[in-house]
């Protein structure tokens, strides 16, 4: 039986490949230790699942180092500690009106306590002005924190100017890059960026509980959490190295056997192949619902500003309307709403209705996306009987 | 009937709530929180909207806080008369 047309890849990505599924079991059939601890062949076996997991993400962001990478439990663990570790009450930071709520709640609740916070507004179509990110600089400013790509309209961010920016004006610069990593490419070596925080659940094909975050070398940032680590037993005091001095308790090595099987898989495909797959389904997703009457499309027009990530309404349909006939009736998978992004739908002019997203990814088809096609016209002429008279 | 909703501030209450209510025999659920109601609600619990008492009560007696109690019925309830012949079929 087909299963069902999956398109909140934007969510967590479904199907993983095989290989992730093994990985998984791997762990439990030929490693099942706790890695770093115990120095035994089964604690080596786990250690060499998680290593290989980084040396796999290395590969993928061009990290020389891997131990530049610290696993956490998601993005969400990853921004905080970027955020807490850099911010305190009195400096200064900027950010953009498109942050998920994993940046925008930890500024927030700093800005409560004293800290000067800029948000940046983008263009309604979802795009940032890299200009509007310099101009709000300040003498005080310690951290530029902006998503890569957005998980509401697609848009991505013009990361290599600000990061330029940032590092030539010594600002620590956070990239949120949740919908991006494994789904476009990122080049770090290139870029110069100080700190990527990633999930591993969503186009890196892992387990849910799985994260990290790429610290560059020079930046100063004390971690969230303090506990054991396995190295220096000796001590009652935090070891001060990477990747350790993030990673206190033991980890999800199971899940990030997953995630290591999904970053080499994506390796395996080309990170380019993926992008430009991801583009194809988006293109013409957009082109037959622009033609589409009462589909409403967000999001920049121009390929090269957007990711898998596309943001509708249809008519006067609320969003969550619009998803309920999608699943229930044509077996098409969406997430409706606001995206826990308030501030990106603010920016778009679909706040508190939210809309319906599609997020794409390396599975789907274009016969799935021509599928979805067909379901929003008939929707929409549905929903065109049912328009206020004065609509 | 299911022409009542009850809407959460987190999907743990409406999971929970929709397994209390199947367990008791009563009819129950769980849909996308309709976003013209709240932007709070990611998932909700459609019932009988006759039984709102006994369903409220029984909720508060699992420690399951509900955030709001709507006579709603969805406009795509209608849809089910429409079955476009290239539809995929399903089995649910």
């Known amino acids: 039986m087909a299963g069902p047309i999956y398109f909140d890849q934007a969510a967590t990505s479904w199907p993983k490949p095989d290989s992730v599924r093994r990985a998984v079991e791997e762990y439990f059939d030929g490693a099942g230790g706790n890695p770093g601890r115990s120095g035994h ?13 980084r040396d796999a993400l290395a590969e993928l962001f061009a990290v020389p180092d891997p131990g530049r990478i610290a696993f956490t439990k998601n993005a969400t663990e990853a921004l905080n ?3 807490y570790g850099l911010l305190s009450p009195g400096d200064h930071a900027v950010t953009t009106s498109s942050e998920h709520n994993s940046v925008m709640r930890p500024l927030r609740h700093l800005e409560a306590a004293g800290l000067a916070l800029t948000v940046v507004p983008c263009r309604p179509d979802g795009t940032l002005d890299a200009e509007a ?11 530029i924190t902006t998503v890569h790509g957005s998980n509401v309209t697609g848009a991505l961010t013009p990361i290599e100017r600000i990061a330029a920016e940032a590092r030539r004006r010594g600002i620590p610069y956070l990239v949120d890059a949740a919908q991006t990593a494994g ?27 799985t994260g990290g975050l790429v610290v560059a070398p020079g930046v100063d940032l004390p971690p969230l959490l303090r506990g054991g680590t396995g190295s220096r037993s000796d001590s009652e005091h935090q070891p001060d190295f990477m990747p350790d001095v993030y990673e206190s308790g033991t980890l999800n090595v199971a899940g990030l056997a997953g995630l290591g099987a999904g ?10 192949q993926v992008a430009a797959h991801e583009q194809t389904l988006v293109d013409r997703f957009r082109t037959g619902a622009a033609a589409i009457p009462m589909v409403r499309l967000f999001g920049p027009e121009r390929p090269a500003d957007r990711c898998g990530v596309v943001s509708f309404n249809v008519g006067s349909l609320s969003s ?3 998803g309920t006939l999608l699943d229930r009736d044509f ?18 002019g679909t706040f508190p209705g939210g809309t319906v997203r599609f997020g794409f990814g390396l599975t789907n088809t274009i016969g799935e996306v021509d599928a979805a096609l067909r379901a929003l016209a008939e929707i929409a002429s549905w929903a065109a009987t049912r328009e206020p008279a004065d609509a | 009937m ?31 929180g309709p976003k013209e109601l709240s932007p709070n609600c990611g998932t909700a619990v459609r019932f009988d909207f006759r039984e709102r008492d006994r369903a409220l009560a029984l909720l508060a007696t699992k420690h399951v806080e509900v955030d709001a109690v709507h006579p709603y019925t969805p406009r795509t309830d209608d849809w089910r008369e429409r079955r476009p012949a290239w539809r995929r079929t399903r089995s649910r």
């Not at chain 1, 062949?41 to 997991?53: K, P």
């Not at chain 1, 970053?263 to 380019?272: E, K, Q, S």
């Not at chain 2, 743990?12 to 397994?19: L, T």
């Open chain 1, 133 to 143: 990110v310099f101009e709000a600089i300040r003498p005080e400013t310690r951290l």
């Open chain 1, 81 to 83: 500690v970027a955020i």
């Open chain 1, 331 to 348: 077996d098409i998978l969406s997430r409706v709403g606001l995206h826990c992004a308030p501030g990106a739908h603010r920016t778009i």
């Open chain 1, 320 to 322: 969550s309307e619009v």
């Open chain 1, 41 to 53: 062949r089964m604690s080596i076996a786990a250690a060499r699942l998680v290593e290989a997991a």
């Open chain 1, 183 to 209: 789904a476009i490419p990122i080049d770090l070596t290139a870029l110069g960026i100080d700190l990527l925080a990633f999930t591993g659940h969503k186009a890196l094909l892992g387990l849910t509980g």
């Open chain 2, 2 to 32: 299911l022409d009542g909703l009850f809407t959460f501030f987190a999907s743990h209450h409406a999971i929970r709530a929709d397994k209390t209510l199947r367990d008791a025999g009563m009819e129950s659920a769980l849909i996308a």
């Open chain 1, 263 to 272: 970053v080499r898989h994506l390796l395996g495909v080309g990170i380019n």
